[in-house]
């Protein structure tokens, strides 16, 4: 009986062991079978976006907003007002020349600094430039990029992966490290194929957002360069290393001017994606010590494109001979992108900037009605969102998904958050500087935050310490801006703050703004237009100290969206994502708006082409219009110009 027993233990363990077995092996199987799954649902294109969304199919010819036809030639040269003393844009040492990254291209399409989006009529659609084609499993672990051999340098030796993975390491062990830390942790394995394959490894667990379009813009920079210079990504220099692009170096001299040309040996030059851009011979960079000295350059002809930003000079010094002569052409091209978001930033890194109360007196400060009247000509608009203007404004109380959203944060957002509609902009009186009735509001603020009145008219806290702020200034910025500040400044005075005006040369300020080494400075945000890791670079905390935050913004409910808003999986999710965070943003409260201008607003000497049409997201001055050499000579002929 016993042994009976014992056996039919035996027997069960048996067949418990056996099951055991299938289970894990169909385990096993199951988890095989849907890895295998996952790869086998490859996809293969010539571009890529994170929604899987390509406007222009894989035989498209050119982008539907050039002119293919453009002719090539002639010179466009533009004015900068400040100095330089560096060709190398990588580094935080030195003042880098403007354009400095002309020069080098990446695997997917890139675009000339300054001339907006590629392709730009589209959003988040990146083409095939170094690479002709990617490949990458459903789930993005990982991308493979297929190169195209026929790229080359400048110094013609030829484009490999090898210089890819080169770049992406040099920027991790020389480049910025914020930079640095964060890729390292997204990105941990670039593997080079061969010489005209490279894979890059994504780690698990996190967002696929920003990781293959992150890698796909890595500059392109030649590993055989380097390495036989010693040159370093974090050193100030006039040396560049020879690049794959359009445009080449023809000539410097330190802070007076920069000359490129385009490269007549250019590798690129039939590709759909090239085709009609990258038309002139020649761009020409003149450098002056301040905005006025640079538009009387472009007023005498020695420069032949202005792109103009001051109100004021717009309404009021577009009347000189060679306007009036129909020499100097000035047109508003509508801008289709939402303003940046600039403006008076307040350093939350400031301890007596951390009370909402004080902002909030502080803001009360700027009269945008008078500045807009007396200084600007009515000719801006004020920004009220980080999203002006778009689907991703956020308006009313948040209700329905947001809400959800917002109330199921581990951050919990302040209740007017949850209950209000976001925050709007102070309204002034535009008949006269100082609002009373403004400056009333700001000054019962400060004294519910405890910053009373002295005898001397000065607030000081409990301990005696006096409220004063500083705003930094860049002496190269417009004078009406100058003016915008100094306006500012005095409302702030009134309030009883002892509130300073400074103004430092460029490259001080450069420096400065780098430390964040102010209280207040003007300054600005990218508009909010969608969802990648650059919302982290800008809003999130680990940034708070680096350039592209100026405002030291530090706040777990930001973070936490962003997060969120990383993972979302359709348009339409990424789109309520963007309205919340925009809704917190506004409510985090660190920019006095100052106004925007709704149209770009151009000046040239009648020798340049362009489309008809412009795309929304990029003027693209430099980018797809061109010389006309007949316009040109007749100007010449006139005597219009040299």
């Known amino acids: 009986m016993l042994r009976s027993r014992i056996g039919a233990k035996a027997a069960v363990r048996q067949v418990r062991d056996v099951a055991s077995l299938a289970l894990v092996s169909f385990v096993f199987l199951t988890a095989s079978a849907l890895v295998l799954r996952a790869e086998s649902e490859m996809i293969k294109s010539h571009g890529y976006s994170y929604f899987g969304n390509l406007s222009y199919p894989e035989d498209y010819t050119h982008f539907n907003y050039v002119n293919p036809d453009a002719p090539k030639g002639g010179e466009i040269s533009i004015a900068v007002a400040g100095t330089f003393d560096s060709m190398n844009p990588y580094t935080r040492k030195g003042r880098a020349a403007a354009l400095a990254t002309v020069g080098y291209e990446s695997l997917l399409g890139s675009v000339l600094a300054g001339s907006g989006a590629l392709p730009a009529d589209v959003d988040g659609e990146y083409y095939g430039l170094l690479a002709h084609t990617l490949e990458y499993p459903k789930d993005k672990s990982w991308v493979v990029f297929h190169m195209r051999p026929e790229a080359k340098f400048s110094d013609g030796s030829p484009v490999t992966a090898h210089d890819i993975a080169f770049s992406h390491n ?76 359009p445009y080449v170096i023809d000539r410097v001299d330190v802070n007076r001017s920069v000359i490129y040309k385009r490269n007549p040996d250019y590798w690129g030059n039939d590709l759909a994606i090239n085709k009609g851009r990258h038309n002139f011979d020649t761009i020409r960079i003149e450098y002056f010590a301040d905005a006025t000295a640079a538009f009387e350059a472009f007023k005498a002809g020695s420069v032949t494109y202005r792109s103009e930003s001051d109100p004021k000079r717009w309404a009021t010094s ?58 600007l000509y009515g000719l801006q608009s004020q920004q009220h969102s980080f999203s002006t203007g778009t689907k991703f404004e956020a308006k009313g109380a948040p209700e329905g998904e947001e809400l959800a959203l917002l109330q199921g944060l581990a951050a919990q957002p302040d209740p007017e958050v949850l209950t209000g509609e976001p925050r709007l902009p102070h309204v002034s009186q535009k008949e006269r500087l100082n609002d009373r ?66 103004v430092v040369d460029p490259s001080q300020y450069t420096s400065r703004e780098r430390d964040h080494d102010y209280d207040l400075v003007l300054d600005g945000y990218p508009a909010l237009f969608g969802v990648g890791t650059g919302l982290q670079q800008r809003f999130g905390s680990e940034a708070a100290k680096l350039l592209f935050n100026p405002a030291s913004l530090a706040s777990p409910v930001v973070d936490e969206i962003i997060e969120k808003a990383l993972l979302s999986e359709t348009q339409e999710e990424e789109d309520m994502m963007l309205r919340a965070l925009d809704r917190v943003l506004r409510h985090e409260f660190f920019l006095i708006p100052t106004g925007y201008v709704a149209d770009h607003w151009v000046a040239y000497w009648d020798q340049y082409g362009r ?32």
Do not use: C
């Open 318 to 375: 577009y009347d000189f001979p060679a306007v009036n002569d129909a020499f100097v052409k000035l047109e508003e091209i509508p801008d289709g992108m939402p303003p940046a978001n600039t403006g008076i930033i307040m350093n939350l890194d400031r301890e007596v900037l951390k009370d909402r109360r004080v902002r909030d007196a502080v803001a009360l400060g700027f009269n945008f009605e008078w500045t807009n009247a007396s200084l």
């Open 437 to 502: 009735r403004n400056l009333r509001a700001a000054m019962k603020l400060l004294d519910e935050a405890g910053w009373a009145v002295g005898d001397d008219g000065k607030r000081r806290n409990a301990d005696g310490a006096s409220l004063s702020l500083n705003l930094l200034f860049n002496s190269s910025d417009t004078p009406t801006n100058k003016a915008l500040a100094e306006n500012f400044v005095s409302n702030l005075q009134v309030m009883g703050i002892e509130a300073t005006f400074e």
């Open 170 to 245: 040099l920027l991790l062990d020389q480049g910025l490290k914020s930079y640095a830390d964060a890729v390292r942790k997204r990105i941990p394995k670039v593997e080079v194929i061969d010489d005209h394959t490279i894979k890059f490894y994504f780690a698990e667990g996190i967002s696929r957002r920003s990781l293959i379009d992150q890698v796909g813009f890595v500059p392109a920079w030649s590993k055989k360069w380097y390495e036989e210079t010693g040159a370093r990504l974090d050193e100030s220099r006039l040396e560049v290393s020879p690049g794959s692009g």
């Open 611 to 642: 489309p008809e049409m412009i795309p929304p997201f990029a003027l693209g001055t430099l980018d797809f219009w061109w010389y006309d050499a007949a316009k040109g000579a007749s100007l010449k002929e006139q005597g219009a110009l040299r």
